[in-house]
């Protein structure tokens, strides 16, 4: 069975390829960076590589962790999320596509007349220390469909926060780790998202950029780029979020 990701880069067999002039060549650990970056899959920035390095219990040559660029239209977050979720629907023969507003309306959806309260009054609270930053204004939102209607709408009017973060993991059943990448003060670090691990749920691994753009993570496993981790979490981020 195959299934194109571009025109030129195919799995097929639960292995990924690249089409040139009619012929596979077989995507590999050692080459994935000069082929992938055709879906939009980079290197992590080698900074990270080098933590990442120190602790793998494998010495490859060329580091088998990429990032991968999802859109920086404001809807960063849930496009990251929407891309791991294919990638793992992929992989099990679901051909379900999920994009950005998918992610924004389950969550929207989601969200109870309590919950509501409690998300609305958090908000408020930041606007009167002045730590508001988005465009929506937390005192006119009145009742619960309003909130959900400020979820559902995409780009800048409402950004993924440690908030929302929290009602995500549970109704997503995700474990949602986020590496910390920021040149200008050379933060490279893990981001506490205050959020319990939880080890019944599968798990997606971001960067955090200049703390304003979030990117998807994956491993390249010798055969695919993996970003949706179920009980295969590497065994880098084990020892980086203290999993073990």
Not at 112 to 117: N, Q, R, S, V
């Amino acid at each position: 069975m195959e299934f194109y990701l571009t025109e030129s880069i195919i799995l097929k067999d639960n292995k990924t390829f690249f089409k040139d002039s009619g012929k596979l060549k077989r995507i590999t650990n050692n080459n994935w960076h000069h082929y992938l970056n055709d879906f939009g899959w980079v290197k992590l920035p080698l900074p990270w590589i080098k933590i990442l390095n120190k602790i793998t219990e494998k010495k490859n040559k060329n580091s088998q962790f990429g990032v991968m660029d999802c859109s920086s239209d404001g809807d960063c977050f849930f496009h990251c999320i929407s891309n791991a979720l294919n990638d793992h629907n992929r992989f099990n023969n679901d051909h379900e596509i999920l994009n950005s507003s998918h992610i924004r309306y389950i969550i929207a959806d989601s969200i109870t007349d309590e919950i509501f309260k409690e998300m609305i009054g958090y908000y408020r609270i930041m606007k009167d220390i002045d730590d508001f930053d988005e465009e929506w204004n937390p005192y006119e939102i009145k009742d619960v469909d309003s909130f959900r209607d400020i979820i559902k709408k995409s780009g800048h009017n409402y950004w993924c926060d440690y908030i929302l973060l929290n009602q995500i993991t549970k109704i997503l059943r995700l474990n949602i780790f986020i590496l910390n990448s920021n040149e200008t003060i050379k933060d490279y670090s893990t981001y506490n998202t205050l959020i319990e691990y939880n080890p019944q749920y599968d798990n997606v691994f971001l960067l955090y950029e200049d703390e304003c753009h979030f990117k998807l993570i994956g491993l390249f496993d010798g055969d695919n780029m993996i970003s949706y981790f179920t009980e295969n979490i590497p065994v880098e981020f084990l020892k980086l979020f203290k999993l073990r």
